[in-house]
């Protein structure tokens, strides 16, 4: 069974910065693509950057585009979003999610398995 434990989590002011992880289990993590979705209140969860399973492609929602990054490091089975400049509008619970499909990249789609997600505040 495919476990996502996210942590990293609180709560900034406006142009700080966040590191979020997530750890995963139960599977061959370095075979599928990672991905990271928030939830703000009130709206549905949306995308916000997905990492192929070797790391060498990498897909960003325009809101976060050359504020945030996706990293992941398939020898500790875990992924990272960095999150700098961050925004009042980035506050939302972040989930992690996994690929469902071995080996696919499907950008913002394909997912299967969801952590139970993380609060991120930011502060104006």
């Known amino acids: 069974q495919v476990q996502l434990v996210e942590s990293g989590g609180g709560s900034v002011q406006a142009g700080g910065s966040l590191r979020l992880s997530c750890a995963a289990s139960?599977?061959?993590?370095?075979?599928?693509?990672m991905g990271w979705f928030r939830q703000a209140p009130g709206k549905e969860r949306d995308f916000v950057a997905s990492?192929?399973?070797?790391?060498?492609?990498?897909y960003y929602a325009d809101s976060v585009k050359g504020r945030f990054t996706i990293s992941r490091d398939n020898a500790k089975n875990t992924v990272y979003l960095q999150m700098n400049s961050l925004k009042p509008e980035d506050t939302g619970v972040y989930y992690c999610?996994?690929?469902?499909?071995?080996?696919?990249?499907?950008?913002?789609?394909?997912?299967?398995?969801w952590g139970m997600g993380t609060q991120v505040t930011v502060s104006s």
């Open positions: 999610a996994a690929a469902g499909i071995r080996r696919l990249f499907d950008h913002t789609g394909g997912f299967s398995y």
């Open positions: 139960g599977r061959t993590f370095s075979d599928y693509t």
């Open positions: 990492i192929s399973w070797s790391g060498g492609r990498t």
